[in-house]
C-alpha cells in the first residue's frame, strides 16, 4: 500500500467553480500535514501547511482528520492560474516526506 | 524566503558517462538535505537524506554505488549518478528544511537528466 493516495483527477472546472479532493495516509505516526503545488516539469512549491483545526488561506482551505487519516483541499473560485498538480504530503519526526502522486486540476475559461 | 539552487537545471549525456547534480542552499546553513526522483506522472520519491559530515543514508532500493551523495559543506550537497543509464533518465530534486519550521522544506528547481 502507498503511503500516501491521491485520486489522480484529472478534475476539469470552470472559472469559478469550486473544486475539492482528498488524500488519504496509512501511517498513523504521520506528525505533518502539506499541500504543495506542482507545475509541468517545475519543482514542488507549498502552497500550505495542515492543521489538525483546519486551516484557510484565501480561496483554499484545508482540513485534516486523524481518526481516519485523510486530508483535503478545497478552492473556492477558481483561477485558471489554479491549474496544476496538487501534491499530498505527509511527513513524521525526522524530516522525511512522503508524496502523493497528485492531483490534476485544470481550471478551464 | 530562503533559496535553494540545482544546477544544472537539465543534462544530455550518453549511457555510461557520470552526470553530477549540484544542491545549494544560498542564504542559510543545511546541516541536511534530501535528494529525489520523480519519473512522469509519479510521486516524488525519496532517495537518500545527505548530512553534512557524514554519510548519507540511502532509502531501500537506492544503491549507494550508483547515486553518490557528497555533503561537503553546510550549503552544497551533490549528487553523482555513476555510469548513468537511459532508466536514470528522471527529475531530480533536492530540498533541504526551513528549520524554524516543523518539516517544511525548501526544493531546489530540479534537474532534468536525460541519458541517451
Known amino acids: 500500500r502507498k503511503e500516501v493516495e491521491q485520486d489522480p483527477g484529472p478534475f476539469n472546472v470552470p472559472e469559478g467553480a469550486t473544486v475539492a479532493f482528498n488524500c488519504t495516509y496509512s501511517?498513523?505516526?504521520?506528525?505533518?500535514f502539506f499541500w504543495y503545488r506542482q507545475d509541468c516539469r517545475k519543482e514542488p512549491k507549498l502552497l500550505m501547511s495542515?492543521?489538525?483545526s483546519g486551516n484557510e488561506d484565501g480561496r483554499f482551505t484545508a482540513q485534516l482528520n486523524r481518526a481516519s487519516q485523510y486530508i483535503s483541499l478545497l478552492i473556492r473560485d477558481s483561477k485558471l492560474s489554479d491549474s496544476a498538480t496538487y501534491l499530498c504530503?505527509?511527513?513524521?519526526?525526522?524530516?522525511?516526506?512522503?508524496f502523493g502522486a497528485g492531483t490534476t486540476v485544470t481550471v478551464r475559461a | 524566503g530562503a533559496v535553494v539552487s540545482q544546477h544544472p537545471s537539465w543534462v544530455i549525456c550518453k549511457s555510461g558517462t557520470s552526470v553530477k547534480i549540484e544542491c545549494r542552499s544560498l542564504?542559510?546553513?543545511?546541516?541536511?538535505m534530501f535528494w529525489y526522483r520523480q519519473f512522469p506522472k509519479q510521486s516524488l520519491m525519496l532517495m537518500a537524506t545527505?548530512?553534512?559530515?557524514?554519510?548519507?543514508?540511502?532509502e531501500q532500493g537506492v544503491e549507494k554505488d550508483k547515486f553518490l551523495i557528497n555533503h561537503a559543506s553546510l550549503t552544497l550537497s551533490t549528487l553523482t549518478v555513476t555510469s548513468a543509464h537511459p532508466e536514470d533518465s528522471s527529475f531530480y530534486i533536492c530540498?533541504?528544511?526551513?528549520?524554524?519550521?516543523?518539516?517544511?522544506?525548501?526544493f531546489g528547481p530540479g534537474t532534468r537528466l536525460t541519458v541517451l
Open positions: 530540498s533541504a528544511p526551513a528549520g524554524g519550521v516543523y518539516n517544511e522544506q525548501f
Open positions: 501511517n498513523s505516526a504521520s506528525q505533518s
Open positions: 495542515v492543521y489538525s
Open positions: 504530503v505527509v511527513g513524521l519526526n525526522d524530516y522525511k516526506l512522503s
Open positions: 542564504d542559510f546553513q543545511a546541516t541536511t
Open positions: 545527505s548530512n553534512e559530515g557524514s554519510k548519507a543514508t540511502y
